[in-house]
């Protein structure tokens, strides 16, 4: 997806109607990220159920592409492993849960795949856009101290976890999807939503107070340095980081 991001720009995006399976999945996200993250069995539920409907996609009943097939076994193998723990535990619900997320995890990966060009970007549009509504209510957490955003741990000190009930879990995404909407902004450098998107998710990452955040931007930035020059991600990346450093230390 980041790929397909670097190499088109917005003229590109040309297919206005998106198919059943990218609508599904990109319910499931909002649905998942609403929910404390799919934590807690109703929220997984909400997750889970537009995923799984999208397996009625007629592309997903194709061969998987050779890309996806050690991801497949991988899911398979973990879901098969649960699910045999669970017999001398029985504990059933807990690992038919765990095989469930499993198989989005998949159907997700193949719809991705199977997708367009021009539907592949409309959907990191869409991921960008979570990303940076979850940096945003993340840091506004910590600014006012207000729980429903953020969690107060020893004494005055909070951290920002959004509508995750995790910290580390919101540094986790928004570190993942910063790199998605860095990559984006080198190929569409004149967008002012990609550079705010690039500065609230980095912003949401320091509220969070997450060492592992901190660490999977630094290397997610670093892979995407290597690929498209250092100068040229530094140069997209003052801006942005100068601010997400004065909003985190304000």
Known sequence: MVGTALRLGPRSIVERGLPAGVVLLTTALAAGIAAQGAYYPPGRVLLLTPTLAAAVTPALWRRPPRLLRPLALSCATLATWALVRAVPAESYPVAAGYAATLLSFWLASSLVVHATTAHRIRLAETLIVAGAAVGLTGWAGVAGHLSRFAVPVEGRLWRGASLFTYPNAAAALLAALAVLALATLVARPRSPLLAAAVYLMPT???????????????????????????????GRLAAPLTGAAVAVRI
């Open 204 to 234: 949401g990452v320091g509220a969070a107070l997450s060492r592992a955040g901190f660490i999977a931007l630094a290397v997610g930035v670093g892979v995407v340095a290597w690929r498209l020059g250092l100068r040229t991600v530094l």
